[in-house]
């Protein structure tokens, strides 16, 4: 039977991901807009971002915070542009955005001595192969396959080398030991559903003293420059941003983490994201010719749930179609190298009872298809 009552909010992307719950652009604070964001008043909301966020992660004394360009992208690339060149460097990779971090490192900086661990979707790479002394790149969540670090113990508390982690769909849903973490790297619009095009850079005091003794040997584009004249430009850790942001976007971010001050905080955040996934488990054991594509429970991502069907790519193409038609889900394919399937957004911004709602529909669009499901 064709479910009656639809999801209230069809946005399950895996980024942009959904708004949250309740959001209206009249409720912006928009004095900003058309002002530079080198006056006063940009500087001072500029500064508030920084200020929520670390007051939200709860992050270490000394752990800097700065809003850059190009998105969790941009962030990445200035943190290897800049970090990386004086020891050997460990990759660990297990999706599309991993293995892209290794071949930045490879072809583009071209280093000398670059190790890469990699695994294929639905599966983690062996960590215990982590060398101290080297640095070390890896995501947090592999927004691309569902997978995600059930912690960070493989990393040693007496490591010489840095460790640069992109946690661009981890931030704000996942716990981050912080202190095995040197950079970390995100963008707004992933797990708060803020506006895209901005990046957030993390550093540690690690970080901070690699960056103000070491100079790397390639030309350094203004865009990713951290220091200059030997020191960190405090100013980017400030709300004096290397570029010209969107007031628009750092507004719409502000919002995002009053919103969750007002849940409850990063505690409460987490939660939700894990009681989202917890309904999409349920569904999971309910219905064989569903699965999740990561392989070991404890690796499933609460945040960029990535699921395989017991379908071809084309039925499952057609069944995206449907759900789309029926405007009962937006954007919830596999990642375009991933293999065949669906990819549901399941952070803080999504509400449970529209995932409910959505895999009633799920059910009756797959019978319809592949007449699989006789339990609907």
């Known amino acids: 039977m064709k479910p009656l009552l639809k999801p209230q909010c069809p946005n399950f992307s895996s980024g942009p991901c959904a708004k ?21 008043v940009g500087r001072a909301q500029l500064a508030e971002a920084i200020r929520l966020t670390e007051q939200i992660l709860n992050l270490p004394p000394g752990y800097k915070v700065g809003i850059v360009p190009g998105s969790d992208t941009g962030a990445m690339e200035m943190a290897m542009w800049s970090l990386l060149g004086p020891k050997p460097v460990d990759v660990f990779s297990w999706e599309s955005f991993g293995k892209g971090w290794f071949l930045d490192v490879s072809e583009q900086l071209k280093l000398a001595e670059v190790y890469h661990f990699h695994s294929d979707y639905g599966l983690l790479p062996d960590f215990s192969q982590a060398d101290p002394e080297h640095d070390c790149i890896f995501t947090w969540n592999g927004t691309t396959s569902g997978v995600a670090l059930a912690n960070a113990d493989w990393i040693s508390s007496q490591r010489s080398g840095l460790t640069l982690c992109d946690a661009t769909s981890a931030v704000f849903a996942m716990p981050l030991d912080w202190q095995k973490l040197d950079v970390v790297t995100y963008s707004w619009q992933k797990v708060l559903g803020g506006e895209g095009a901005h990046g957030v850079i993390i550093l540690s005091p690690r970080a901070v003293e690699r960056l103000e003794n070491y100079q790397p040997s390639w030309p350094m584009p203004k865009i990713f420059r951290l220091t200059q004249g030997g020191k960190l430009i405090e100013g980017i850790f400030k709300g004096e ?52 594509l990561a392989q070991q429970p404890e690796t499933i991502s609460n945040t960029s749930v990535c699921l395989t069907l017991q379908a071809t790519a084309e039925q499952v193409d057609t069944i995206i179609g449907l759900l789309e038609q029926q405007q009962v889900a937006y954007d919830i394919g596999a990642y375009r190298d991933a293999p065949a399937g669906l990819r549901i957004w399941c952070g803080a911004t999504v509400e449970q009872e529209d995932l409910r709602r959505l895999l009633l529909w799920l059910s009756w669009a797959y019978q319809k298809v592949c007449g699989g499901d006789k339990r609907v």
């Open 241 to 292: 941003t290397i570029n010209t942001p969107s007031m628009l976007c750092v507004a719409d971010y502000i919002d995002a983490l009053r919103w969750l001050e007002s849940l409850g905080g990063l505690s409460a955040s987490i939660e939700k994201s894990r009681q989202n996934l917890h309904q999409i488990s349920q569904f999971v054991s309910a219905h064989p010719w569903i699965a999740f």
């Open 20 to 40: 949250r719950p309740g959001y209206q652009l009249s409720e912006l604070e928009l004095h900003t807009l058309g002002r530079s964001h080198r006056s006063q």
